[in-house]
């Protein structure tokens, strides 16, 4: 579907109202009645809306002035209650397509199989424990949620950016967001982790623990909306023509590759630009940046359920892919931004349990508590029933049933019938067979004590979160402590401190002693902390305890799995009076070829005069950015521009801060003298004024003879890489 067909899903929210043929009139008058004019909701022209109605120019306000009023009202009423989590969130419309039908020996679901088909999609991104305004760079899991408008009605997967889960039972839920959320008395602290609530909870719910080493990796602080994968989470079924069921898990790959901010950044980010993940998408999409994802698959036969060492309706835990590997099945791409936030990106309203034929649940514990969750939350959202009907929510399929009336109702149903069976609707509307695409549930035997238990097999906390911290480079294991030194640094109980280092102990003495160092207290002898779900002992578990299971897996290092590219990176160009305009053409030229977005930044907004007189304007200056809105920076040569940016004290941090964030940083000629000013420390550097170009760990330096063909390819090549973090060892941030 192109981009024209894809406003038709926005404009239908008429469509609705207009199927008959009074309001198709009705469209016609108001398209007539020159709509330059401002009218009341009612559709009366306006002739002033600077003043309110007086009884005299400096007399009260009259209750008869109808425009005030309904204005006032209106705006009084602009906001509804936000997402008890998810509340901050950014979304974009766009399309999925299969790549082929191979997937239609497992699901009849079409949009899945049919690889001429371009299904409609709309994706919200979010963070979760945050308010509505609060920052996009927290570390925080990420939402990822997406909206399939397909043929055979709504299929909302609604995942995240990690795989796991913190919880096993979605009774849990309400007490890990309380925990996690601000503290009840004063609301303090906003948007994060890092707090004794949440600390404390997770100490005693050992099940957290491989969720936890998630929140605490680079994955929680990710570069951009575009640059992150997306999971489904729980294990789902996939359903056949034929009836025949399989376990699936659901998995975004970005094709932009998964990257991550560095945490001081993200606080500075955080205070500089709120919205810059929310911004970086945007912009994106109006520069024609489409972020673009690969849906894959991961397939388990039914009779395959019990031969993992875990257990797969355990949403704590992932599948190695060297256990089950992906299967790519198709390709998302988000190229068209919202027009109205609030109609669409605030009024969205996601369910894991909106299913189309070819899908179905499991009794994973957790997804099933979902099931309840959803729709009672958007009832409190929107305070009617009738929120299916927002255009942004309304299938593109037909709807026809006889739900009516509730607040807000658009539909105008017709006729006398609104029950069913029944004669005198013609039986209408009849029922689906399922060979006429009506949906009939997965035929699963169930058959069980009531009980308030858990499986056995739920029973193992430590063995994935142990695989996650064995399975990163040396880097990330750094970040990861790191991150613990902060949030549990900001703990001021010292017991949930070694209630959290005891858990560590068990994922890795290694990280437990790591962490011990930058927190104040010893790592625990002998701990033990049982988990207070009632787990009971089945033969499942008898056979999972068998199961296969792998140390080490290949496929959760964001940094083992890095994709190489410098498409839409940002780039920044530091220059003042007297630059060598040849050289910043040739290098500007060659960054935007390769795909990045190449920006002007000086002290002072204007024109920028090079030695040769030619002028280049300004895009942003030292007061209105900073290095951390850039993936890399360049210094262009030139005699007077390198004199004055020595004397800028904001270039020079802007150097020192990128080199400490692990940046790129390419420059040449004079430029070196500006990074030797900027303590770029440890690094080889090209002779001033020699012919040559040096790469080393992601500084390009070219001396003034050298080719500008030959310094951009590798300065291209160092941006591609995104993070250089063997400069980290010495140069660890903050800057
Ligand atoms: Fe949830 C929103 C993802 C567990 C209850 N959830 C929400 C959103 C995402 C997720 C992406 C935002 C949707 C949007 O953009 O509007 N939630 C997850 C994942 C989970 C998960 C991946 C674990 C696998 N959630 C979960 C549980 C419960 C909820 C166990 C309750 C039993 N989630 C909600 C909710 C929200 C929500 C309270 C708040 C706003 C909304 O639903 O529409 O119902």
């Given at each position: 579907?192109?981009?024209?067909e894809?406003?038709?899903k926005?404009?239908?929210s008429s469509?609705?109202?207009?199927e008959?043929?009074?309001n198709?009139?009705l469209?016609q008058?108001?398209?007539?009645?020159?709509?330059?004019?401002m009218t009341?909701?009612?559709g009366?022209r306006?002739?002033?809306?600077?003043?309110?109605?007086?009884a005299?120019?400096?007399?009260?306000l009259?209750?008869e002035?109808?425009h005030?009023?309904e204005k006032?009202t209106h705006?009084?009423?602009?906001?509804?209650?936000?997402?008890?989590?998810h509340a901050?969130?950014?979304?974009?419309?766009?399309y999925?397509?299969?790549?082929?039908?191979?997937?239609?020996?497992?699901?009849k679901?079409?949009?899945?199989t049919?690889?001429?088909?371009?299904?409609?999609?709309?994706?919200?991104f979010s963070t979760?424990v945050?308010s509505?305004g609060s920052?996009?760079?927290?570390?925080?899991?990420?939402g990822?949620a997406t909206?399939?408008?397909?043929?055979?009605?709504?299929?909302?997967l609604?995942g995240?950016?990690?795989?796991p889960?913190f919880?096993?039972?979605?009774?849990?839920?309400?007490?890990?967001?309380?925990a996690i959320?601000p503290d009840p008395?004063?609301?303090?602290p906003?948007?994060?982790?890092?707090?004794?609530?949440?600390?404390?909870?997770?100490s005693?719910?050992?099940?957290s623990m491989h969720m936890?080493?998630?929140?605490?990796?680079d994955?929680?602080?990710p570069?951009?909306?575009?640059?992150?994968?997306?999971?489904?989470v729980?294990t789902f079924?996939?359903?056949?023509e034929a009836?025949k069921?399989?376990?699936v898990?659901?998995?975004?790959?970005?094709?932009?590759?998964a990257?991550s901010l560095?945490?001081?950044e993200?606080?500075k980010l955080?205070?500089?630009?709120a919205?810059?993940?929310?911004?970086?998408l945007w912009?994106?999409v109006?520069?024609?940046?489409y972020?673009?994802?690969?849906?894959s698959?991961?397939?388990?036969?039914?009779?395959?359920?019990f031969k993992?060492d875990?257990?797969l309706?355990?949403a704590?835990k992932?599948?190695p892919e060297?256990?089950?590997?992906?299967?790519?099945?198709?390709?998302?791409v988000?190229?068209?931004?919202?027009?109205?936030f609030?109609?669409?990106?605030?009024?969205v309203?996601?369910?894991p349990?909106?299913?189309?034929?070819g899908?179905?649940?499991?009794?994973?514990?957790?997804?099933?508590?979902?099931?309840?969750?959803?729709?009672?939350?958007q009832?409190?959202?929107?305070?009617s029933a009738?929120?299916?009907?927002l255009p942004i929510?309304?299938?593109?399929?037909?709807?026809?049933n006889?739900?009516?009336a509730g607040?807000?109702?658009?539909t105008?149903?017709?006729?006398k019938?609104?029950?069913?069976?029944?004669?005198?609707?013609?039986?209408?509307?009849?029922?689906?067979?399922?060979n006429?695409?009506?949906?009939?549930?997965?035929?699963?035997?169930?058959?069980g004590r009531?009980?308030r238990?858990?499986?056995?097999?739920?029973?193992?906390?430590?063995?994935?979160a142990?695989?996650f911290?064995?399975?990163?480079t040396?880097?990330?294991?750094k970040?990861?402590?790191?991150?613990?030194?902060?949030?549990?640094?900001?703990?001021?109980?010292k017991?949930?401190?070694?209630?959290?280092?005891?858990h560590?102990?068990?994922?890795?003495?290694?990280?437990?002693?790591?962490?011990?160092e930058?927190?104040g207290?010893?790592?625990?002898?002998?701990?033990n902390?049982e988990?207070?779900?009632n787990y009971?002992n089945?033969?499942?578990s008898?056979?999972?305890?068998?199961?296969?299971?792998?140390?080490?897996t290949q496929?959760v290092?964001m940094?083992?799995?890095?994709i190489?590219?410098?498409?839409?990176?940002?780039?920044a160009?530091l220059?003042?009076d007297?630059?060598?305009?040849?050289?910043?053409?040739q290098?500007?030229d060659?960054?935007?070829?390769?795909g990045?977005?190449a920006k002007?930044v000086?002290k002072?907004?204007?024109m920028?005069?090079s030695?040769?007189?030619?002028?280049?304007?300004?895009?942003?200056?030292?007061?209105?950015t900073?290095?951390?809105?850039y993936?890399?920076i360049y210094i262009p040569?030139?005699e007077k521009?390198?004199?004055?940016?020595l004397k800028?004290g904001?270039?020079?941090?802007?150097?020192?801060e990128?080199f400490?964030?692990c940046k790129?940083?390419?420059?040449?000629?004079g430029?070196?003298?500006l990074l030797e000013?900027?303590?770029?420390?440890?690094v080889?550097?090209?002779?001033?004024t020699?012919?040559n170009?040096?790469?080393?760990k992601g500084?390009v330096?070219?001396?003034?003879?050298a080719?500008a063909?030959?310094?951009?390819?590798?300065f291209?090549?160092?941006i591609?890489?995104?993070?250089h973090?063997d400069?980290?060892?010495?140069?660890m941030v903050p800057?």
């Amino acid at each position: 579907m192109d981009n024209e067909e894809m406003k038709g899903k926005g404009e239908k929210s008429s469509v609705n109202v207009n199927e008959n043929s009074k309001n198709e009139q009705l469209e016609q008058y108001r398209a007539d009645a020159k709509d330059q004019y401002m009218t009341t909701d009612q559709g009366v022209r306006v002739s002033h809306t600077e003043d309110s109605l007086k009884a005299g120019s400096r007399g009260p306000l009259l209750m008869e002035d109808f425009h005030f009023r309904e204005k006032m009202t209106h705006f009084d009423h602009e906001s509804i209650p936000e997402r008890i989590v998810h509340a901050r969130g950014s979304g974009a419309h766009g399309y999925f397509q299969p790549y082929d039908d191979t997937l239609k020996e497992f699901t009849k679901a079409k949009f899945l199989t049919d690889p001429n088909t371009k299904t409609p999609v709309f994706v919200r991104f979010s963070t979760v424990v945050g308010s509505r305004g609060s920052a996009d760079t927290v570390r925080d899991v990420r939402g990822f949620a997406t909206k399939f408008y397909t043929e055979q009605g709504n299929y909302d997967l609604v995942g995240n950016n990690m795989p796991p889960f913190f919880i096993q039972d979605a009774n849990k839920f309400a007490d890990l967001v309380h925990a996690i959320k601000p503290d009840p008395d004063n609301e303090i602290p906003q948007a994060s982790a890092a707090h004794d609530t949440f600390w404390d909870f997770a100490s005693l719910m050992p099940e957290s623990m491989h969720m936890i080493m998630w929140v605490l990796s680079d994955r929680a602080i990710p570069r951009s909306f575009r640059m992150m994968d997306g999971f489904g989470v729980h294990t789902f079924r996939l359903i056949n023509e034929a009836g025949k069921a399989r376990f699936v898990k659901f998995h975004w790959r970005s094709k932009l590759g998964a990257h991550s901010l560095v945490w001081d950044e993200a606080q500075k980010l955080a205070g500089k630009d709120a919205d810059w993940l929310r911004r970086d998408l945007w912009e994106a999409v109006e520069m024609g940046h489409y972020p673009e994802y690969e849906l894959s698959v991961q397939i388990v036969e039914e009779e395959d359920e019990f031969k993992f060492d875990f257990d797969l309706l355990d949403a704590t835990k992932l599948i190695p892919e060297e256990l089950v590997p992906l299967r790519p099945i198709g390709k998302m791409v988000l190229n068209r931004n919202p027009e109205n936030f609030f109609a669409e990106t605030e009024q969205v309203a996601f369910h894991p349990g909106n299913f189309v034929p070819g899908i179905d649940v499991t009794n994973d514990p957790l997804l099933q508590g979902r099931l309840f969750s959803y729709i009672d939350t958007q009832l409190n959202r929107f305070h009617s029933a009738n929120f299916g009907e927002l255009p942004i929510n309304s299938p593109l399929a037909r709807t026809h049933n006889n739900q009516g009336a509730g607040f807000m109702r658009h539909t105008i149903n017709k006729g006398k019938v609104n029950y069913w069976p029944n004669t005198l609707g013609g039986g209408c509307p009849m029922m689906a067979p399922e060979n006429m695409g009506g949906y009939v549930h997965y035929m699963e035997k169930v058959d069980g004590r009531k009980i308030r238990a858990r499986s056995e097999s739920f029973n193992d906390h430590y063995s994935q979160a142990t695989l996650f911290w064995n399975s990163m480079t040396e880097p990330e294991k750094k970040h990861i402590v790191k991150a613990a030194h902060f949030e549990l640094g900001k703990v001021m109980s010292k017991e949930i401190r070694q209630r959290m280092l005891g858990h560590f102990s068990k994922i890795s003495m290694e990280l437990a002693e790591m962490v011990s160092e930058g927190i104040g207290v010893e790592v625990p002898k002998n701990f033990n902390q049982e988990s207070t779900g009632n787990y009971e002992n089945n033969e499942a578990s008898k056979t999972m305890k068998k199961g296969k299971s792998v140390k080490e897996t290949q496929f959760v290092s964001m940094e083992k799995n890095k994709i190489e590219t410098a498409v839409s990176r940002k780039v920044a160009i530091l220059l003042e009076d007297g630059y060598d305009y040849c050289e910043v053409k040739q290098v500007k030229d060659a960054l935007e070829k390769a795909g990045a977005s190449a920006k002007i930044v000086s002290k002072f907004h204007g024109m920028r005069k090079s030695s040769t007189g030619e002028e280049l304007e300004t895009d942003k200056s030292h007061i209105t950015t900073g290095s951390i809105m850039y993936d890399a920076i360049y210094i262009p040569d030139g005699e007077k521009s390198i004199e004055a940016l020595l004397k800028e004290g904001d270039a020079i941090h802007f150097v020192n801060e990128a080199f400490k964030h692990c940046k790129p940083i390419g420059t040449s000629g004079g430029g070196i003298r500006l990074l030797e000013k900027a303590e770029v420390l440890g690094v080889e550097f090209a002779d001033k004024t020699s012919g040559n170009v040096i790469s080393n760990k992601g500084v390009v330096t070219a001396g003034s003879d050298a080719e500008a063909s030959e310094f951009t390819a590798q300065f291209i090549v160092a941006i591609s890489k995104h993070r250089h973090w063997d400069r980290e060892e010495k140069m660890m941030v903050p800057a």
